[in-house]
């Protein structure tokens, strides 16, 4: 890997919000001591054909590695992306058959050879490291009349994961009914044991009622650590806890130092271009994610961008600033910056590892980086 030593602005930020690095022996972080590390990492030319980005892609759970699995939507494969040797092997898909599995929505790696996966017939399959399929289960049997599964990492509009437990030995998935449009997460249990759970998330505290004016910012981010649900609502800068042991709740403000941390109510009905106008003008939160070894959690999110009908939406879409905040493991903030400007993609751009965030650089106003080759930045405390 190679240290990107000219970030200034990421140096700069580092200067002004830190003093140094606080990381104690068993690799968490005190206090707001933290400093960031950013390695480049270029993947050569491989045997097989992967992307330059991967929108759906996972880090393995239940191993200490950096290695991520990404959907290869072309290929209909996975691809596993070492972080350590540069390299990539792939696995195809079944396409057709009893075990055939269609364009993939959610993928959650416990380990090397356990990969489950959700599509768009809504099952979920637990694959192994050559494709086989090993297990499957049919989502539908679960949903009410009036009941949509969300399974969705889509970054313009909300990112809600497939998660497998496997101390309770269960996969977990956000769903919305579609009359009262209450958002729940499902908890089914593989050996049908005992019946499904409910979990029932909270309303934004901030925006109670975003049924009319917020589009697609209404969805939550729904993402799992443990026996925690984490979520969010684009439109706003909290993060929302629930224990589905304990039943406790928990919310934390989580409001940025740079941005605005709440999005302004669009008037302007379902108008599509109005709505395309509303969002560049506005800050959007993702989803917030874990960082194992470091018990950390880190959350991205976009400033809102000057609209020029002249330069076009997807240059506007592109031009638009990127902030990291990073977390304690009791969801204090104790972090903040601004990413390197024009080098990242925010449909497809990152996952985290074991041990870091992997920022894939994909960016059309990127004018160092033209080639089609597989880069990611590798963004850790240090």
Request: net charge negative; aromatic share 12%.
């Amino acid at each position: 890997m190679r240290t990107v030593e000219n970030s200034l602005l990421l140096f700069l930020s580092c200067m002004l919000l830190i003093s140094c690095t606080g990381k104690r022996s068993d690799g968490t972080i005190v206090n707001n001591e933290v400093a960031l590390q950013t390695e480049e990492i270029h993947f050569p030319q491989q045997d097989v054909l992967q992307l330059k980005s991967y929108y759906l892609s996972s880090p393995v759970h239940g191993d200490s590695v950096n290695i991520l699995i990404g959907y290869n939507y072309r290929l209909h494969s996975l691809d596993y992306l070492d972080l350590e040797s540069k390299q990539v092997t792939q696995v195809t898909l079944p396409a057709k058959g009893p075990h055939a599995i269609s364009r993939l929505s959610g993928i959650y790696v416990h380990s090397l050879d356990s990969v489950w996966v959700s599509d768009d017939s809504e099952h979920v399959f637990l694959v192994d490291s050559r494709g086989t399929v090993k297990n499957i289960v049919d989502l539908r049997e679960y949903l009410d009349d009036k009941e949509q599964l969300l399974i969705n990492t889509n970054y313009a509009i909300h990112t809600s994961r497939l998660y497998y437990n496997k101390n309770r030995q269960s996969l977990m998935f956000l769903t919305q009914n579609l009359s009262s449009k209450v958002f729940a997460v499902k908890e089914v249990f593989i050996n049908k044991e005992k019946d499904v759970a409910i979990y029932y998330l909270s309303p934004s505290n901030i925006i109670p009622d975003m049924s009319a004016g917020y589009s697609y910012m209404s969805f939550p981010n729904v993402n799992y650590v443990g026996e925690n649900i984490i979520y969010n609502y684009p439109a706003e800068s909290s993060i929302y806890t629930l224990n589905i042991v304990t039943n406790e709740r928990n919310s934390v403000m989580a409001e940025s130092n740079y941005t605005s941390n709440i999005v302004a109510e669009c008037t302007s009905g379902k108008d599509y271009a109005a709505l395309e106008r509303h969002r560049l003008e506005n800050p959007y939160f993702y989803d917030v994610m874990y960082i194992p070894q470091y018990k950390m959690y880190a959350r991205l999110h976009i400033d809102k961008v000057e609209f020029d009908a002249d330069m076009g939406i997807e240059k506007l879409i592109n031009d638009r600033d990127l902030y990291l905040m990073l977390f304690d493991d009791e969801m204090k903030k104790v972090y903040e910056v601004k990413l390197a400007k024009h080098r990242y993609n925010y449909f497809t751009g990152w996952c985290v590892s074991y041990s870091g965030i992997v920022l894939f650089v994909d960016n059309m106003l990127d004018t160092e980086n033209n080639t089609d080759d597989l880069t990611i930045d590798f963004v850790y405390p240090k």
